[in-house]
């Protein structure tokens, strides 16, 4: 099946610091990538849907500034926090679809990031 | 009102017992519906489509009630591996034709020996 994964899988960092997580389409070419975050005990939140070759969309609320999104090919797409303070610890999510249409999305593993 | 709503439970039940779970969405035109399964710490994992007309799959039935706006999921004969964060995911569907995916809060199972 098709598999998507992320990296690292966790991080440590000091607070002000900046730091990528990745998302690879392993198998197939993904002209979308979403992002999302969740904190303990509560749902996915999407950040940003990532559109290969164009400007991620942001969700309201979203600081485009603060979470840089690249997708700069079919098969990858990075999120980069920058100058990362504590309230950015979460658990960060990448997933991508593999057709248009009714298609799944498939998950990366996710990266737990802890700023301190 | 949220884009899609489930009950966070938790829900604890016995082993070998029926248990349901609903989902309401708020966007009518909303064009897929999936039930993933979320453990601990680990990334959500598909456990199922959802058709217009209901599906089945071992001892988990996915029902549409487009009318309603809801969707559910039944899993019947509960083991304790079912244990987990179950979450419901609608694909709204923007106007431009865009394509997202909005995940309800998910409910947690606990199943119990």
């Known amino acids: 099946g098709a598999v998507v994964s992320q990296h690292p899988s966790w991080v440590i960092c000091k607070s002000g610091t900046s730091v990528k997580i990745e998302c690879r389409s392993l198998?197939?070419?993904?002209?979308?990538m979403f992002w999302y975050r969740q904190f303990p005990k509560q749902s996915l939140m999407l950040m940003a849907t990532s559109n290969e070759g164009s400007k991620a969309t942001y969700e309201q609320g979203v600081e485009k500034d603060k979470f840089l999104i690249n997708h700069a090919s079919l098969t990858l797409s990075t999120l980069t926090v920058t100058s990362a303070h504590p309230e950015d610890s979460s658990f960060y999510i990448c997933?991508?679809?593999?057709?248009?249409?009714?298609?799944?999305?498939?998950f990366g593993q996710g990266t737990r990031l802890t700023v301190v | 009102r949220k884009e899609v709503e489930q009950d966070p439970g938790p829900f604890n039940v016995p082993e070998g017992a029926t248990v349901a779970f609903n989902c309401t969405y708020s966007?009518?035109?909303?064009?897929?519906f999936f039930w993933y399964r979320q453990d601990c710490r680990k990334e959500p994992k598909l456990l199922m489509s959802?058709?217009?007309s209901g599906n089945e799959d071992g001892r988990f039935t996915a029902q549409l009630n487009r009318a309603s706006q809801y969707i559910s999921l039944l899993i019947r004969d509960s083991k304790l591996s079912d244990s987990a964060t179950y979450l419901c995911?609608?694909?709204?569907?923007?106007?431009?034709?865009?394509?997202?995916?909005?995940f309800g809060t998910g409910t947690r199972l606990k199943v119990l020996a």
């Open positions: 966007n009518s035109a909303s064009q897929s």
């Open positions: 198998d197939f070419q993904a002209t979308t």
């Open positions: 959802v058709y217009s």
């Open positions: 995911v609608v694909n709204p569907r923007g106007t431009s034709g865009t394509y997202k995916y909005i």
């Open positions: 997933s991508a679809i593999r057709d248009r249409g009714l298609a799944e999305a498939f």
